[in-house]
C-alpha cells in the first residue's frame, strides 16, 4: 500500500511519517524542496518534487497512490496566503485525489472550526471538510488543537533565557499533544474501516491554559517568567488596520487566530470513544506535565555540562597564566 503525505516536512507530518515506514507503509512524500526533505528519504520514503500551488505537479505524485495524507499547512515564514494553499491548493489536492481514484484521504483539520467563521484559517478547514465530504472520496478528518512542540518556543525557551513570554487576552485552555501520538492516530485511520467518512477530534489528554504551563515551566527551570500581557482589542485594532493594505493580509489572517487562543473558551473534547474505536490506550498517551519534564531534564543536564566545561577550560587558563605565579609571589 503506498500512500502519499503532502507536508511531510512539517512537525507532525515529519511524525506520520516515521510512524508510517515503521508500521511497514510504503511511503511517498510530496515536497517543495529535495535538500530539506532529505532525512524522509533517509527514513526509507520516496521524495516527488511538488507543489499544493502547482495543480500540474499532484497528478503525476498520486501515480500508484492508495491514500493521501493532508498534513501540509501555510507557513507563517512563506509569503503564500493561508486562502492560496488551505484552500486552492487542498481543492486541487482533493480533485486530483479523486482523479488517481485513491481509496482514503486523511485531512487535518482543527478543533471547533464551525465556531469561528470570522477567523480565515477556521472557516477554510471548515469549507474543506465539506469540500472533501462531498467530493465522493472516501475520507477520514481528524480535528486536533494544539501541538506540545510548539509550547518549547513560545514558553519553555523564553523562560530559560529571560525573555518575555507573551500572554493575549484570556487564555483559552488547550488540550496539547505530542505529535508522536497524534501521527498513531492518523496512520490507524488508514485502516480502519470504522474511521471511513467520519471526523474525530484527537486532542491531548486535558486542556491547559498559558498560565498553568508558564508554572510548570517556571517550577522544571527553577526561573521566573517574565509575562508580558497583550489586550485582545490592541490586537483587534492591529489586524484591521493591517487589513487596509494588501501586502499585509496574510500577517491580518494569522492575527486573527488569536480570536482562537485568547477567546478563553477551551478547545478541548471528550476522547474515550475515540480511544475505542481507534484501539488505544490513554495511559499511554504522552502527559503535558511529562513531555515538559523531558524536555527541560535534557536541557538542564546540557546547561550543567556547559557550564562544567566552561569551568574546566577557565582553570586550564588560570594554571597557564604567568601572572599567576607572580601574584603568588
Ligand atoms: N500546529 C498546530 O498546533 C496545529 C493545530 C491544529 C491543527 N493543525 C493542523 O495540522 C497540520 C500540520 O500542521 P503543522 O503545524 O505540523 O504544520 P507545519 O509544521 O507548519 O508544516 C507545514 C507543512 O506544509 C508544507 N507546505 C506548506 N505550503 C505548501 C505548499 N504550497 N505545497 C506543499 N506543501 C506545503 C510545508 O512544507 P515546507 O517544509 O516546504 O515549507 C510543511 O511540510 C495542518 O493541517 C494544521 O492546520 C496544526
Known sequence: MTILIVGATGTLGRQVARHAIDEGYKVRCLVRNFKKAAFLKE????????????????????????AV??????????????????????????????AAKVDRFIFLSILNADKYPEVPLMEIKRCTELFLAESGLDYTILRLAGFMQG?????G?????????????????????NTQDTAKFV???????????????????????????IRICEGLSGKEAKITRMPINLLRTVRRLLRFFQWS????DRLAFTEVIASGKPLDAPMEDVYEIFGFDVNETTTLESYLQEYFNRIMKKLKELDYQKTKTKKKK???????????Q
Do not use: H
Not at 490507524?188 to 498560565?211: H, Y
Open 151 to 155: 509550547l518549547i518556543g513560545q514558553y
Open 249 to 252: 493580509w496574510n500577517v491580518s
Open 157 to 177: 525557551i523564553p523562560i530559560l533565557e529571560g525573555q518575555p513570554v507573551w500572554v493575549t487576552g484570556e487564555s483559552s485552555p488547550i488540550a496539547y499533544m
Open 318 to 328: 588560570a594554571k597557564k597564566s604567568p601572572f599567576k605565579n607572580v601574584n603568588n
Open 43 to 66: 527514513w526509507g520514503a520516496e521524495l516527488v518534487r511538488g507543489d499544493l500551488c502547482v495543480p500540474d505537479s499532484l497528478t503525476p505524485a498520486l501515480e500508484g497512490v492508495t
Open 187 to 213: 496512520v490507524r485511520a488508514l485502516s480502519l474501516k470504522e474511521a471511513e467518512n467520519k471526523a474525530f477530534p484527537v486532542v491531548g489528554t486535558r486542556a491547559w491554559s498559558a498560565e498553568e504551563i
Open 69 to 98: 495524507i493532508d498534513a501540509a499547512t501555510a507557513r507563517p515564514t512563506d509569503s503564500l496566503s493561508i486562502r492560496k494553499v488551505d484552500w486552492e491548493g487542498k481543492v486541487a489536492l482533493i480533485q486530483a485525489a479523486k
